[in-house]
């Protein structure tokens, strides 16, 4: 799977955003005030990113033929990353990105990847990954956004509950 989204999709530009474990509610209808994340809620969000983001950088192309940046991403965690210790504990540590210390404790994040178009520059790129990705609700500060050195794919792409959102692909 790796080589194959490597040589098909061929990234330069990899990011890491982590996700609001819940966001509120002004609907009056529904019981609770907050709605919890899921796997629905942040493959939408990312949808709506990605167009935004397309939108942006090829105006016309997107305008006429709905062109893509070309992009994977796949989704991790399990919602329960919220805090690394029990809320007794007056030493308990706010989870604030992916990476955690076992494997029950993993905040939702997701691991993108993208073909950054020949005629952006790295940085106007980050810029626009950056302002597009905040505007979603489910969106954290933690965003975390490098070139591409080749050993990401592998990560991203790793066996495991963690799976590719096919929908998402575009080369």
Do not use: C
């Not at 006429?64 to 965690?77: I, Q, S, Y």
Request: glycine share 6%; proline share 4%; net charge positive.
């Amino acid at each position: 799977m790796t080589q194959w989204i490597d040589s098909n999709l061929q990234p330069n530009t990899i990011a890491v955003a982590t996700l609001k474990q819940a966001i509120g509610s002004d609907d009056k209808r529904v019981h609770s005030r907050w709605i919890s994340g899921s796997e629905v809620h942040y493959e939408h969000a990312y949808g709506k990113f990605i167009r935004r983001l397309s939108a942006d950088i090829y105006r016309k192309a997107w305008k006429r033929h709905k062109k893509l940046v070309p992009n994977a991403f796949t989704l991790e965690g399990n919602g329960n990353g919220h805090k690394l210790q029990s809320r007794k504990t007056k030493t308990s540590v706010s989870f604030m990105n992916g990476i955690q210390p076992d494997d029950h404790h993993v905040r939702w994040h997701m691991n993108m990847l993208f073909r950054r178009p020949d005629w952006i520059s790295p940085e106007d790129f980050e810029a626009k990954l950056r302002k597009h990705w905040q505007l979603s609700d489910w969106a954290l500060p933690d965003f975390l956004i490098e070139e591409h050195d080749g050993k990401f794919t592998a990560y991203a792409l790793k066996d495991g509950p963690e799976a590719l959102l096919t929908d998402s692909l575009s080369f």
